[in-house]
């Protein structure tokens, strides 16, 4: 296994366009979360998935933001509309049974110009 | 507000002695503990963690303190080597671990010079 696969690694965008984001876990995970990391901050939740069902979504996601996971392997996540303040590490980690055993992907930065 | 504070925005120390991460926390619902290592252009990686039942938890050269009554924990890596050089970010969640979301700090910079 490869590790959390994480496409694109890079995405540059205008402002207004949407983009979709992939992430491919550890094939025996489970559980599967989305981060935010912008410059000088540590990671934001965003969302989390057990197998196909999303658990917990933050504030932070607002309605322009869609994430799935169809079928319980890789997930989405979708930004509609994108504004500068998009822009940012989408980071990407997954694990069996919780946090010791999460694995983050890369991650696909962001900017919206 | 920060609910994880890692005061501390950067660090530099001499290979071979002590580095010392330190991380405060406010919410004390939170009683689970992780540091997480992070390289330029890598995901972070998981490091150690300590529950709230304990006060120390040891890993090698890495050990995290916990003093739940300060609410603040540290991360001791003795003897630091130049490959350490790296961010180091404190994370917190409420729970055993085993799901939810993780708070993370603003990390601090360790440089290990030789």
């Known amino acids: 296994d490869t590790g959390v696969s994480q496409n694109p690694r890079h995405k540059i965008t205008k402002r207004g366009q949407n983009v979709t984001f992939r992430c491919d876990p550890i094939s025996e995970h489970n559980r599967l979360y989305w981060y935010r990391q912008t410059l000088g901050q540590g990671p934001e939740f965003l969302t989390y998935f057990q197998n196909e069902a999303q658990l917990e979504k933050s504030r932070l996601l607002s309605d322009r933001f869609s994430a799935e996971r169809p079928k319980g392997s890789f997930s989405t996540l979708e930004i509609q509309r994108t504004e500068q303040g998009d822009s940012a590490m989408y980071l990407c980690?997954?694990?069996?049974?919780?946090?010791?055993?999460?694995?983050f992907g890369q991650g696909t930065r962001l900017t919206v110009v | 507000d920060q609910q994880v504070k890692q005061n501390s925005p950067s660090l530099s120390v001499q290979e071979g002695r002590i580095s010392i991460l330190n991380c405060d926390y406010t919410n004390s619902m939170f009683d689970y503990f992780l540091w997480y290592k992070k390289y330029p252009a890598e995901g972070p990686t998981f490091l150690i963690s300590?529950?709230?039942?304990?006060d120390k938890n040891e890993d090698g050269r890495f050990t995290v303190f916990l003093n739940k009554s300060a609410k603040h924990l540290s991360l001791h890596i003795v003897p630091s080597q130049p490959g350490d050089s790296a961010v180091y970010f404190c994370?917190?969640?409420?729970?055993?671990?085993?799901?939810?979301?993780?708070?993370f700090g603003k990390g601090t910079k360790l440089s290990v010079k030789p």
């Open positions: 300590i529950s709230s039942i304990k």
């Open positions: 980690a997954s694990s069996l049974e919780g946090w010791t055993e999460a694995f």
């Open positions: 994370a917190a969640s409420a729970g055993d671990g085993s799901q939810g979301n993780l708070i």
